[in-house]
């Protein structure tokens, strides 16, 4: 784990997190941006096929 994170001794002798790398932050862009993509296709192909209601049916209003 001391790849992922800094660590330094603080004036009273214990070890403190200094911060993390940011060497990482790609990894975790390119998750939120496959999350983001994923979810986009599920909405598209929940939408087209009728969708997922939980509620039944939704009520038009009857003009």
């Known amino acids: 784990m001391d790849l992922l994170f ?7 002798g214990q070890r403190v997190l200094e911060g993390v790398s940011w060497d ?11 999350f983001i ?4 296709i599920y ?3 929940v939408r087209h096929t009728g969708g997922w209601r939980p509620n039944g049916p939704q009520q038009t209003d009857p003009k």
């Open 6 to 12: 800094r660590y330094s001794t603080n004036p009273w």
């Open 24 to 34: 990482l932050l790609w990894v975790f862009f390119g998750a939120g941006l496959a």
């Open 37 to 40: 993509c994923l979810h986009l």
């Open 43 to 45: 909405l598209r192909i």
